[in-house]
């Protein structure tokens, strides 16, 4: 069965760091585009951040680029989300997607990591 777990999410101050990580499991990890979500209280989930299979391609929410780095270590079926300069908008549910296109399923979720960004 797929599965997607996120951890690494937590309190931190305005202008801190944090890591999250996303072990994948389930499928052929280099079969699959790997992207963060996130969702803010009240809003739609959103792309932060995408990665193609062997990370020659990557793309950012603009409020992201500068400041977020996602990466996936392929030998450990591993994505991370890099993050700094943390502000509080970036505070939300932060979700680990896997996409394959030729997948019935199309596109699997994690069940989300809570980071929070206050003083």
């Known amino acids: 069965q797929v599965q997607l777990a996120e951890s690494g999410g937590g309190l931190v101050q305005p202008g801190g760091s944090l890591r999250l990580s996303c072990a994948a499991s389930g499928f052929t990890f280099t079969s699959a585009a790997m992207s963060w979500y996130r969702q803010a209280p009240g809003k739609e989930r959103e792309l932060a951040a995408f990665?193609?299979?062997?990370?020659?391609?990557?793309n950012y929410a603009g409020s992201a680029k500068g400041r977020f780095t996602i990466s996936r270590d392929n030998t450990k079926n591993t994505v991370f989300l890099q993050m700094s300069n943390l502000k509080p908008e970036d505070t939300a549910v932060y979700y680990c997607s896997a996409y394959n296109g030729q997948w019935s399923e199309a596109r699997y979720w994690g069940q989300g990591t809570q980071v929070t960004v206050s003083s």
């Open positions: 990665i193609s299979t062997y990370g020659r391609n990557i």
